[in-house]
Every structure is written in C-alpha cells, then in structure tokens.
C-alpha cells in the first residue's frame, strides 16, 4: 500500500479479479463519456454556437472533472496527439463486452462506443488522442468542430 500510495489512492476492490472488473468499469463509463462529449460538441457546433463559451459555462456544473477539463480543450483545438490513444481505450471496451456476454448480460452504451472506436480504427484515427473521437461526430454531422488556431485553456 505505501508504494502504492505514491502513485495515487489505492482502493482494496476484492477478491481475486475485482481489479479487473473494476478497470473495465472504468473504462466502459469512460469510453460512453468521451463519446457523449464528443457528440455534444459536434451538435453545438452544428448549431453554431460557440463553442469556447459552451466549454467555459459547462465545465464548473454537473459535467466538470478532470476529464471534460482535459479532453474538450483538445478537441476545441483540434490537438489529437495521444495522451491516451484510442486503440488502449478500445481494446478495454472489447474486454468489458467479452466479460458482459461472459455473464450473459449486454452493455449497450459500452457497445456503443466500441461501435464508434471501430469506426475511428477503420478510418485510419485509433492512434490518436480520445479526444479525436469528435471525428466521428463530424463525419456524421458533415461538421468541423474547433480550429487550430483556438485558445481554450482550462
């Protein structure tokens, strides 16, 4: 525990594979979020709103963490150079539907988002950031969202 504790706040999940369940909760809630802010920025885009203001009036409410923090600004940005690449991402997303059929159940929002990370490594994009999954959206929408030339900063 105390090496542990220099990484972060380690929590006792259970029994042997707890961890690993609970690593691909994680990421299924994770990889359903990435998704949902994705899309959220490609329909105010769409709707031409601005999309620095949407940022600034949505990340102290219900949506804020270090999450939204970290990702909106690099999609505004159009900054996909990987911090966590989506091929990472979709492979745990794999995972969690492989263990969820295991048990007999489905994970449809967790499908989902694998549906759209598939998409991303069909479309040659699943070594890029996350973030980059607003390229989905955008070809869904017939949208850009963000430019290069933004300043968002958090």
Same mark, same amino acid.
């Given at each position: 525990?105390?090496?542990?504790?220099?990484?972060?706040?380690?929590?006792?999940?259970?029994? *042997? !594979?707890? !961890?690993?369940?609970?690593?691909?909760?994680?990421?299924?809630? !994770?990889?359903?979020?990435?998704?949902?802010? @994705?899309? !959220?920025? @490609?329909?105010?885009?769409?709707?031409?709103?601005?999309? &620095?203001?949407?940022? &600034?009036?949505?990340?102290?409410?219900?949506?804020?963490?270090?999450? +939204?923090?970290?990702?909106?600004?690099?999609?505004?940005?159009?900054?996909?150079? *990987?911090?966590?690449?989506?091929?990472?991402?979709?492979?745990?997303?794999?995972?969690?539907?492989?263990?969820?059929?295991?048990?007999?159940?489905?994970?449809?929002?967790?499908?989902? @988002?694998?549906?759209?990370?598939?998409?991303?490594?069909?479309?040659?994009? #699943?070594?890029?950031?996350? @973030?980059?999954?607003?390229? +989905? +959206? &955008?070809?869904?929408?017939? #949208?850009?969202?963000?430019?290069?030339? &933004?300043?968002?900063?958090?």
């Amino acid at each position: 525990e105390p090496l542990l504790s220099c990484m972060g706040q380690p929590v006792y999940t259970g029994g *042997p !594979g707890s !961890g690993d369940v609970t690593k691909l909760v994680n990421n299924s809630i !994770g990889g359903a979020w990435l998704c949902a802010i @994705a899309e !959220g920025y @490609a329909f105010a885009a769409k709707a031409g709103i601005s999309l &620095e203001t949407t940022f &600034e009036a949505t990340r102290t409410g219900f949506l804020a963490g270090p999450l +939204y923090d970290n990702k909106v600004p690099k999609i505004l940005q159009r900054d996909y150079e *990987p911090g966590a690449r989506i091929a990472v991402h979709l492979k745990d997303l794999q995972n969690a539907v492989a263990y969820a059929n295991h048990l007999g159940i489905r994970l449809p929002m967790t499908e989902k @988002a694998e549906d759209i990370m598939n998409w991303m490594k069909d479309n040659g994009y #699943v070594d890029l950031d996350q @973030a980059a999954l607003v390229k +989905y +959206y &955008e070809t869904q929408m017939g #949208v850009t969202v963000g430019r290069h030339d &933004e300043s968002v900063h958090p």
